[in-house]
């Protein structure tokens, strides 16, 4: 086991270019796991280790934006797509710098040319399912009609994929196995994965993902979400919006998640963990390879 103090280190390739005009950033990085003395239900006495949650200001051109309780694992990658997700940035050449310093657990976002109509913009919020932060701005559900993923023949995925993507998630160093109570989230193209990051949310996860696939201009069209936490339907948006078409998750859908899915022709995978797994929507992309059913076991009595 690695020092609590010791980070875990996500999957960010170095050898990946960033885009032209990309802002500078901080690395900031804190404890992500702290020990502490427990009672056990034997009566004995013994430590554990449990994540770090700390908030972190979001301040845009010197303009206080939000506060997101997060575990603090890329926390320049996770303002860049919260902005990015939140439509509040096009392109992260429009921001110059994000600055993070825990000490005052802030971070200072300085754009280029100002976000246009910022007050108006971030005015209207919907209250979502969101662990650790989940609010969407009210405008965000209105665009997705404009919302465009590739055509089926470009993004497909089978049965064998699918079962090395979850091998692969089951075998990653976890926050997770050590600690419980965070959410992991994780880019793949095909059975590799690209990107792995926790925290005490699932939002923060995907909008951490988002910050670096914005960064290095990675594009979606081929790629599949995977993500520990419940589809919901900001889930679902937030995926569509950085343009990959596949979601898997180890938990289930929701209602709206699921309705949501089916309009913008996402696949959507859910209780997605070993062999077993449910297609919801989107079985075009999806080549089967079903398992052989098994045999019901008959118990012959004396």
């Not at 239900?41 to 449990?50: A, D, H, K, P, S």
């Not at 929701?254 to 859910?270: C, D, N, V």
């Given at each position: 086991?690695?020092?609590?103090?010791?980070?875990?280190q996500?999957?960010?390739?170095a050898e990946?270019?960033?885009?032209p005009?990309?802002?500078?950033?901080?690395?900031?990085?804190g404890?992500?796991?702290?020990?502490i003395?427990?009672?056990?239900?034997?009566?004995?006495?013994?430590?554990?280790l449990?994540?770090?949650?700390?908030p972190?200001?979001v301040?845009?051109?010197?303009?206080e934006l939000v506060?997101?309780?997060?575990?603090g694992?890329?926390?320049?990658?996770?303002?860049l797509?919260?902005l990015?997700?939140q439509r509040?940035i096009?392109r992260?050449?429009?921001?110059?710098?994000?600055?993070?310093?825990?000490?005052?657990e802030?971070?200072a976002?300085?754009t280029?040319?100002?976000?246009?109509?910022?007050?108006?913009?971030t005015?209207?919020r919907v209250?979502?399912?969101g662990?650790?932060?989940?609010t969407?701005?009210?405008?965000?559900?209105?665009?997705?009609?404009?919302?465009?993923?590739?055509?089926?023949?470009v993004a497909?995925?089978?049965?064998?994929?699918?079962?090395?993507?979850l091998?692969?998630v089951?075998?990653?160093?976890?926050?997770h196995?050590r600690?419980?109570?965070?959410?992991?989230?994780?880019?793949?193209?095909?059975?590799?994965?690209l990107?792995?990051?926790?925290?005490?949310?699932?939002?923060?996860?995907i909008?951490t993902?988002?910050?670096?696939?914005?960064?290095?201009?990675?594009?979606?069209a081929?790629k599949v979400?995977?993500?520990?936490?419940r589809?919901?339907?900001?889930m679902?948006?937030?995926?569509?919006q950085?343009?990959?078409?596949?979601?898997?998750?180890?938990?289930?859908?929701?209602?709206?998640?699921?309705?949501?899915?089916?309009r913008?022709?996402i696949?959507?995978?859910?209780?997605?963990?070993?062999?077993?797994?449910?297609?919801?929507t989107?079985?075009?992309?999806?080549?089967?390879?079903?398992?052989?059913?098994?045999?019901?076991?008959r118990?012959?009595?004396?």
């Amino acid at each position: 086991m690695a020092p609590p103090g010791e980070a875990l280190q996500s999957i960010r390739p170095a050898e990946w270019p960033t885009v032209p005009g990309a802002p500078l950033l901080t690395k900031a990085r804190g404890e992500l796991l702290h020990e502490i003395a427990i009672l056990d239900e034997y009566g004995e006495q013994r430590t554990i280790l449990i994540p770090v949650e700390r908030p972190l200001t979001v301040f845009v051109d010197k303009r206080e934006l939000v506060t997101l309780m997060t575990l603090g694992q890329l926390p320049e990658l996770l303002v860049l797509g919260y902005l990015r997700n939140q439509r509040l940035i096009e392109r992260v050449d429009q921001v110059e710098s994000i600055t993070v310093d825990w000490e005052v657990e802030a971070a200072a976002v300085r754009t280029r040319a100002g976000v246009h109509d910022l007050e108006a913009r971030t005015a209207r919020r919907v209250v979502t399912t969101g662990c650790g932060q989940g609010t969407v701005y009210g405008d965000l559900m209105e665009k997705i009609d404009h919302v465009r993923l590739p055509d089926p023949s470009v993004a497909h995925i089978s049965q064998g994929t699918l079962r090395r993507m979850l091998e692969a998630v089951r075998q990653q160093d976890t926050i997770h196995r050590r600690a419980g109570s965070v959410h992991g989230c994780a880019l793949f193209r095909g059975a590799e994965m690209l990107m792995f990051v926790e925290d005490v949310g699932r939002h923060n996860a995907i909008d951490t993902i988002a910050g670096w696939m914005a960064l290095h201009g990675i594009d979606g069209a081929d790629k599949v979400f995977f993500t520990t936490g419940r589809l919901t339907s900001e889930m679902v948006m937030k995926s569509a919006q950085i343009g990959v078409p596949i979601i898997v998750s180890r938990n289930g859908v929701t209602a709206m998640g699921y309705e949501l899915a089916r309009r913008l022709g996402i696949t959507l995978f859910g209780r997605a963990a070993n062999r077993h797994f449910l297609c919801y929507t989107g079985l075009e992309r999806f080549d089967s390879e079903p398992e052989p059913q098994r045999a019901p076991v008959r118990v012959v009595s004396g």
